[in-house]
């Protein structure tokens, strides 16, 4: 098994919270990833979760090795931004000198970089900006990109999910489905679930079902996307009270069960696993969440003829707003991001999907072998 290049296990001496942080590798003296908090965070997860970092990174073409930050407390606890700020304290020499961190589950970015400033680091991506020649230029980018609103919310929490999206419509499309015709299941209504129902339902998709960590809403018509996204809380928790009638609401496992074309898991790991795989009627699942499919499931699937496309490309999007900007050639624009991430996403399933179609292979194989390539290649920063 691989070795992690570095991990710290702290303890808060406040709470009790247990944290950790694991750096997969580091690549020209850098590595990046976000910081996740959630009951019940173990240090292997985060290990698996650095480990997809270092994949996602090269799938980008940015020569930096993978990492991920872990808090085992609940995100919704009053002493959540306190265990938060001490784990930064506690962190904030990795982050000064090479870890490029950002938001993930149960954390916001602007909290982040909202509690570094108090620590007295600029950026969650300061480590990299301080050692490049044009760092006025890149921290002028990064500020309007953190900064940015698009359509009256924040480009940090759509970018991930207008990637899920651009990946959902680009697969369906070459497996063979019109994307107008499709219908949708999603779990999580967070910054990925929620962002890639609004970019699913503009593009015409009827999502049927959406889940969060209170249960299923399914409205076989398709649901009112607007309307779901203005009851939703920061949490991407659902207020029950505002729905029409007509949608039902049935348990948190039914959303992997309804007759849908493809299913979105955009919430937690190992969700879709050999216990359930039975129940899924999809033809597509696109992994929104990090790790959301388990080995065992994603074989059986396979089997099935059902592709599933990995977290590395599918919700490399946030990952993909940092790239674009540190790679000097975009500003920090929504629209410019959006262009440049869905340029390369674009690419990438085409290439993914004729691989699996010609050589009848794993979509995960497929695109490892793409970003081993990659890695190779010239234009690789
Ligand atoms: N935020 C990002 O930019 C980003 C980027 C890449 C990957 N990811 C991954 O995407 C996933 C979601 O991240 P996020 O930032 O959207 O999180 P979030 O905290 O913004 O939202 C999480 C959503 O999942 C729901 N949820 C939580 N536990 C659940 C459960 N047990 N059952 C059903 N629903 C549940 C919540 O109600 C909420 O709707 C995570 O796996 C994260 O690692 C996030």
Excluded at 172 to 183: N, V
Aim: glycine residues 10%.
């Amino acid at each position: 098994m691989k070795q992690s290049y570095l991990v710290t296990e702290w303890v808060d001496q406040k709470t009790g919270a247990k944290g950790y942080m694991v750096i997969d590798e580091l690549k020209g003296g850098f590595c990046a990833g976000g910081i996740r908090m959630r009951q019940g965070v173990t240090k292997e997860e985060v290990v698996r979760l650095a480990e997809t970092m270092t994949i996602k990174m090269a799938g980008l073409g940015m020569a930096v090795g993978g990492a991920k930050g872990g808090i085992d407390f609940p995100s919704n606890d009053e002493e959540s931004e306190g265990v938060l700020k001490r784990y930064l304290e506690a962190h904030a020499p990795y982050i000064k000198e090479y870890w490029l961190t950002s938001e993930d589950l149960g954390t916001r970015e602007e909290d982040i970089v909202r509690l570094l400033n108090e620590l007295g680091i600029q950026s969650s991506v300061q480590a990299f900006i301080s050692k490049q020649n044009n760092k006025q230029l890149l921290m002028k980018n990064l500020q309007e990109a953190m900064t940015a609103i698009y359509e009256g919310q924040a480009l940090t929490e759509l970018v991930t999910g207008y990637g899920v999206a651009v990946v959902t419509e680009q697969a369906l499309k070459k497996i063979g489905t019109e994307p107008a015709q499709a219908k949708v299941s999603i779990q999580g209504f967070g910054s990925v679930g929620a962002s890639a129902a609004k970019f699913l339902y503009q593009k015409g998709f009827k999502i049927v079902a959406v889940a969060d960590i209170d249960g299923t809403i399914y409205y076989k018509e398709g649901l009112d996307i607007d309307l779901l996204l203005s009851l939703k809380d920061h949490r991407g928790n659902i207020n029950r009270n505002g729905l029409p009638e007509r949608y039902e609401q049935l348990s948190g496992e039914k959303w992997l069960e309804l007759d849908v074309d493809v299913l979105i898991p955009a919430a937690i790991a190992d969700v879709i696993n050999a216990q359930n795989v039975r129940f899924v009627k999809a033809n597509l699942i696109v992994e929104g969440a990090n790790l959301p499919v388990t080995e065992e499931a994603e074989a059986i699937l396979f089997e099935k003829g059902v592709p599933v496309i990995p977290d590395f490309i599918a919700n490399s999007g946030g990952a993909g707003l940092f790239v674009a900007v540190l790679d000097g050639n975009v500003d920090g624009k929504a629209e410019e991001i959006f262009t440049f991430l869905g340029g390369r996403l674009t690419i990438t399933i085409d290439t993914v999907l004729t691989a699996v179609a010609k050589e009848n292979i794993p979509a995960r194989k497929a695109a490892k072998t793409l970003v081993e390539s990659l890695s190779k290649e010239e234009s690789y920063l």
